[in-house]
């Protein structure tokens, strides 16, 4: 198999080399198109680059920009202009006329935006500062996410929680000039490129290639229904997971590799193979996607693909004329983008037709799954309290705190708003900048306790919808993330008022003083909602513990 450094690694990719090798389906549109620029360029690039403005890339927008670089986005040649994406959101073509139905932008913060305009240049760095690319802007806007939602989707946004992937305000489109691929530590061996795929199938004497695009850890029924459609069109099985937004620390990754590695062992060389696909998942509607991914595996130089066609049916109509409503899926995504769409409506269900369960369901040889998989009760937790000032937070995570500490044999860190304050963020004010670092640091914190099965209990005020979501997001890939809303209404807080300081914010003495003087923005869907004023501490920690409980993390 041959790594981004062009090393050849017999043992995860033989390749016997083969004369008269046949030909492999040609790229989408082609043309494979690479992006990455030579050395003489490189070095040019990167003086030019001193002098312009730098995009911090997410982990999402690095795998955009590996696939656009390295061919995997062919023929595409860039981030869409304004009117290749309302093109594609509203009819799934390209303004000239290229089916593509997925949006492919570049999205930035206000404060980014203004430092861009049509015919200027950005620098595209990762999180390090490592210089990956130019932008050549051409277009910069507004996005109208709730449009987009409603068309991508069929459904507004905020009808769809978790399913759009978070983007910023601002859209930027333009082509790009690469200087490097983003450098990946894991699984080096497994990340091919397309033109590095294509060489290893062409020498192997490979020419119809099912992709088999593994999500979730593998099992024994998914892996042989995947094969029994690979041979039932003479096609040679890969898989293909995605892996696009994997970070050092995401624990599931690792594990979902393995386990596809300890599978595909198994399998006869000569039968199937296993790479890493670099591609974020866009949460996008089911036929969209669906097509979206043929043509990133047809890129790949796979001229089938492996997919639940059962899920597609009903989403399919707006990919299609109405006269051509008796058209099949697979008809539809053969005519659209040249790649065959295998069925596997068996997979997952056993001989009774129920579902199998991937934690304890067998797999090939002695390798199971579930061994990755670490029970509920032994995983991390967060729990988050979001109130008022003198509504009770600090008394429940005290009392929540020795109770576990009596009852667990867990690690307990309790981070108090105070605290915290003092200790972690003595140098920040009470801007509405400086609070929502102080809770995102608490987050973070959080989020390295969670992830090491130890037990974080928050209590920050956290006025901001915006800041606790991202905190959310921050903790619950690691364990679980439970907010306990302590709705104790503002009279009574300020009945309790020990220190003053409802006191000093309605005379003014304090300024943006939450429930005062700036807002506290109730959360839309606490884990779970407790008013002290009408309970006893010990009575809402037990709600607390039932709840936990409940979910199966004590």
């Given at each position: 198999m041959l790594t981004q450094h062009g090393t050849l690694h017999t043992d995860v990719f033989p390749l016997p080399l083969q004369a008269d090798a046949p030909a492999l389906i040609a790229p989408y549109g082609g043309e494979l198109v690479n992006l990455l620029a030579d050395e003489s360029q490189v070095q040019r690039l990167k003086r030019e680059a001193i002098a312009l403005p730098s995009l911090e890339l997410n982990p999402w927008q690095l795998a955009d920009l590996e696939l656009l670089l390295n061919g995997g986005f062919s023929p595409l040649r860039g981030f869409m202009n304004q009117a290749d994406y309302e093109s594609v959101l509203s009819r799934m073509r390209t303004g000239d006329g290229l089916f593509w139905p997925v949006p492919l932008v570049l999205d930035v913060t206000a404060e980014a935006a203004r430092q861009l305009a049509p015919e200027s240049r950005a620098a595209l760095r990762d999180a390090e500062g490592v210089l990956l690319a130019?932008?050549?802007?051409?277009?910069?806007?507004?996005?109208?996410?709730?449009?987009?939602?409603?068309?991508?989707?069929?459904?507004?946004?905020?009808?769809?929680?978790?399913?759009?992937?978070?983007?910023?305000?601002?859209?930027?489109?333009?082509?790009?000039?690469?200087?490097?691929?983003?450098?990946?530590?894991?699984?080096?061996?497994?990340?091919?490129?397309?033109?590095?795929?294509?060489?290893?199938?062409?020498?192997?004497?490979?020419?119809?290639?099912?992709?088999?695009?593994?999500?979730?850890?593998?099992?024994?029924?998914?892996?042989?229904?995947?094969?029994?459609?690979?041979?039932?069109?003479?096609?040679?099985?890969?898989?293909?997971?995605?892996?696009?937004?994997?970070?050092?620390?995401?624990?599931?990754?690792?594990?979902?590799?393995?386990?596809?590695?300890?599978?595909?062992?198994?399998?006869?060389?000569?039968?199937?193979?296993?790479?890493?696909?670099?591609?974020?998942?866009?949460?996008?509607?089911?036929?969209?996607?669906?097509?979206?991914?043929?043509?990133?595996?047809?890129?790949?130089?796979?001229?089938?693909?492996?997919?639940?066609?059962?899920?597609?049916?009903?989403?399919?109509?707006?990919?299609?004329?109405?006269?051509?409503?008796?058209?099949?899926?697979?008809?539809?995504?053969?005519?659209?983008?040249?790649?065959?769409?295998?069925?596997?409506?068996?997979?997952?269900?056993?001989?009774?037709?129920?579902?199998?369960?991937?934690?304890?369901?067998?797999?090939?040889?002695?390798?199971?799954?579930?061994?990755?998989?670490?029970?509920?009760?032994?995983?991390?937790?967060?729990?988050?309290?979001?109130?008022?000032?003198?509504?009770?937070?600090?008394?429940?995570?005290?009392a929540l705190a020795a109770h576990l500490m009596e009852s667990s044999e867990r690690q307990v860190s309790l981070l108090d708003g105070d605290i915290v304050r003092k200790h972690l963020s003595n140098e920040l004010g009470f801007s509405k900048e400086h609070r929502d670092i102080n809770v995102l640091r608490i987050g973070y914190v959080s989020s390295e306790i969670t992830k090491h099965r130890g037990i974080a209990i928050c209590a920050p005020i956290a006025p901001y919808r915006a800041t606790r979501r991202a905190v959310r997001a921050m903790i619950e890939p690691y364990g679980g993330f439970f907010e306990i809303y302590v709705a104790t209404p503002l009279t009574v807080c300020e009945r309790r008022d020990g220190k003053g300081l409802y006191a000093k914010a309605r005379a003014g003495i304090i300024k943006e003083f939450t429930g005062i003087s700036d807002p506290y923005e109730t959360p839309e869907s606490p884990d779970l909602t407790v008013d002290t004023s009408n309970q006893s501490p010990e009575q809402t920690v037990q709600r607390i513990l039932d709840k936990l409980c409940e979910e199966g993390f004590i």
């Open positions: 130019i932008l050549n802007v051409s277009d910069v806007w507004q996005a109208d996410k709730e449009r987009e939602a409603r068309l991508f989707h069929g459904a507004s946004a905020a009808a769809r929680p978790g399913a759009v992937r978070p983007r910023r305000d601002y859209y930027v489109g333009g082509a790009v000039q690469g200087l490097a691929l983003p450098v990946r530590y894991d699984y080096r061996a497994l990340r091919r490129t397309p033109a590095q795929l294509r060489k290893a199938f062409t020498a192997r004497g490979w020419t119809r290639i099912a992709a088999f695009q593994a999500d979730d850890p593998l099992h024994d029924a998914a892996l042989r229904e995947a094969l029994r459609a690979a041979h039932q069109c003479e096609a040679k099985l890969l898989i293909h997971p995605l892996t696009g937004t994997p970070t050092s620390e995401d624990i599931h990754h690792f594990h979902r590799v393995r386990c596809y590695q300890n599978m595909v062992a198994q399998l006869p060389k000569s039968e199937a193979a296993l790479a890493l696909l670099p591609l974020a998942s866009h949460h996008g509607a089911d036929a969209r996607t669906t097509l979206w991914h043929a043509i990133i595996h047809r890129n790949h130089g796979c001229s089938h693909f492996i997919a639940d066609t059962g899920t597609l049916a009903p989403r399919m109509d707006g990919v299609r004329a109405d006269a051509e409503a008796a058209q099949t899926p697979a008809a539809r995504c053969r005519e659209l983008t040249g790649v065959e769409l295998l069925p596997l409506e068996a997979m997952g269900r056993d001989a009774t037709n129920a579902a199998i369960n991937v934690y304890t369901s067998p797999s090939l040889g002695d390798w199971q799954p579930h061994k990755l998989y670490v029970p509920r009760a032994t995983r991390g937790f967060t729990v988050f309290f979001t109130g008022l000032s003198g509504a009770g937070k600090s008394t429940l995570a005290k």
